[in-house]
Nanobody, 114 residues
């Protein structure tokens, strides 16, 4: 069955960096667009970044220039490198499969403190 398992979240200070990982299994990873969403307390879930099977990337305006999404098809893993973290980046981050985000991971908490 499809599984998406995120890791790498944690508590950091503003300006720090984190790298999230999402290990995928149960499907042909290389042919799918993969994405990262986040949901902050009291806010709607939002798309953060996507990477297509051809490695084309898209980012939310709020993270452009700070976050980088990448994938390693040999490891069935998608990454989110987050630099210069801000307080407003605090959220649960989810890995998703496909343009329709038909599968979601369980999420990993990222907390940015001042």
């Amino acid at each position: 069955q499809v599984q998406l398992v995120e890791s790498g979240g944690g508590l950091v200070q503003a300006g720090d960096s984190l790298r999230l990982s999402c290990a995928a299994s149960g499907f042909t990873f290389s042919v799918y667009t993969m994405g990262w969403f986040r949901q902050a307390p009291g806010k709607e879930r939002e798309s953060v970044a996507t990477i297509s099977a051809r490695f084309n990337t898209n980012y939310a305006d709020s993270v452009k220039g700070r976050f980088t999404i990448s994938r390693d098809n040999a490891k069935n893993t998608v990454y989110l490198q987050m630099n210069n973290l801000k307080l407003e980046d605090t959220a649960v981050y989810y890995c998703t499969r496909g343009r329709e985000s038909d599968y979601w991971g369980q999420g990993t908490q990222v907390t940015v403190s001042s």
